[in-house]
């Protein structure tokens, strides 16, 4: 395999010698949809693919021709892995392939959710307008994602400021003032006798210790890559006191809008459910949504198969599917449920500083009062027997 790689790569070099610069970029880019070498397959991040899918469908809405709006778009990108990426597409639409077909190629980059969104705009003559749809989602996504991660960012700052301060007093002023304690013998106090144990323990075993992280933040990658060990992660995620709850409300609310763009798009709801389910981005939400599919499949009601989940959907959530079912409106109440999940998010991640303050104030006071205690305990018994 490898020897015929670099065969190709020989050919590509030497055309490059005799081709045009434009010829030689569309050869490039046709070897490189044909072949599909995976171990450089090219990257774009969110942000990139939300610009590249709304400009796309503004240059498709304004009459561009798609292959000139994607060379066009290639050009502008100051990103090699998105250039490549949308060379790729223009290559694969000017060998007659459609824009699905080409984003097909590359799906571990742009998901079986958006590439099933562009084939329904492709196939219903409305390309522009699930394009402008699917970047909004995109948005929707990254806006998601961005407030878990400031939500988390001042618990976790107060957690490793705490272990710093406590780090800090037990690693180097507590040693310092160690021999003083000794040297005046007699008992010290529990607490002190404690700390010193653990202060001996770091000092001798850190080696150790920086192994054993290193180690499991080496293997943890590769760990979860295992189905089984990701699952029982991702199921317990969804038990944590109150960022489980958090967590929930991130999948049902891109579950119930992705399963309803699908829906509204005419995809078949046993095939929506599997698309949503590989989207799902959490093992426990997808291996439900796989058994729900199946319910369906079997002739089913989808408020009936989800009522089974009851760990992972409320019942506000089936509830809501239920009403759209009876009523004939299904993708509308999944939309509507969506917005209710994404203000539940937004009202959860804004709270949960407010929330988780007060016990790591506590968990602070603990820890820094234990460190604390243990070095002025002794010090206080000194000073009284020096009074005596």
């Known amino acids: 395999m490898n020897e015929f790689i670099k065969t190709i ?22 070897i490189f949809c ?9 990257r774009m991040s969110l942000q990139e693919k939300i610009i590249f899918i709304k400009r796309l469908a503004i240059l498709i809405e304004s009459g561009i021709p798609i292959i000139l709006c994607l060379e066009m778009l290639s050009r502008q990108s100051n990103s090699s892995g998105a250039k490549k ?3 790729g597409l223009r290559g694969a639409m000017e060998e007659g392939k459609s824009l699905a077909q080409g984003m097909d190629l590359f799906a571990k980059t742009f998901g079986n959710f958006s590439i099933s969104i562009v084939a329904v705009g492709e196939t219903g003559g409305a390309l522009a307008k ?6 909004e989602e995109l948005r ?13 960012v001042y618990p976790v700052f107060i957690l490793f400021a705490t272990l710093g301060i406590a780090a800090l007093l037990a690693g180097y002023v507590f040693p310092k003032i160690l021999p003083v304690f000794s040297s005046f013998g007699g008992d010290l ?12 323990a770091a000092r001798n075993y850190w080696g150790l210790a920086l192994a054993a992280v290193i180690f499991l933040a080496a293997v943890a990658p ?9 699952y029982f ?32 798009g005419q995809i078949g709801i046993v095939r929506a459910l599997e698309i949503s389910g590989r989207n799902a981005g959490n093992l426990a939400y997808q291996y439900a949504l796989e058994r729900i599919a199946g319910e369906v499949k079997r002739g089913g009601s989808l408020a009936e198969a989800m009522a089974k989940e009851k760990n992972i959907f409320p019942a506000l959530a089936y509830q809501m599917v239920g009403a759209g079912e009876n009523s004939g409106n299904l993708s509308s109440s999944l939309i509507y449920l969506s917005r209710i999940y994404e203000d539940e998010m937004d009202n959860s991640t804004k709270n949960l500083s407010a929330s988780v303050e007060p016990a790591l104030m506590v968990f602070m006071g603990i820890l820094v009062g234990f460190v604390a205690v243990s070095i002025i305990q002794p010090i206080y018994g000194i000073t009284t027997f020096l009074q005596k």
Request: aromatic share 8%; proline share 4%; no cysteine.
């Open 34 to 42: 044909a072949f599909k070498v995976r171990k450089i397959m090219p």
């Open 85 to 87: 990426i949308i060379g």
């Open 189 to 200: 106090p529990a607490s002190t006798r404690a700390l010193i144990s653990i202060t001996r």
């Open 233 to 264: 992660f991702d199921r317990n995620l969804l038990r944590l006191p109150l960022l489980g709850a958090m967590f929930k409300n991130y999948h049902i609310a891109n579950f119930s809008r992705n399963l309803g763009l699908l829906l509204a």
């Open 222 to 230: 590769f760990l979860l890559k295992l189905r089984r060990v990701r």
């Open 140 to 152: 929707k996504q990254r806006e998601l994602k961005r407030n878990i991660s400031s939500a988390l």
């Open 130 to 135: 699930n394009l402008d749809y699917l970047a």
């Open 9 to 30: 790569v020989s050919a590509i070099k030497f055309a490059a010698n005799v081709l045009k610069p434009r010829q030689e970029a569309l050869l490039g880019e046709k």
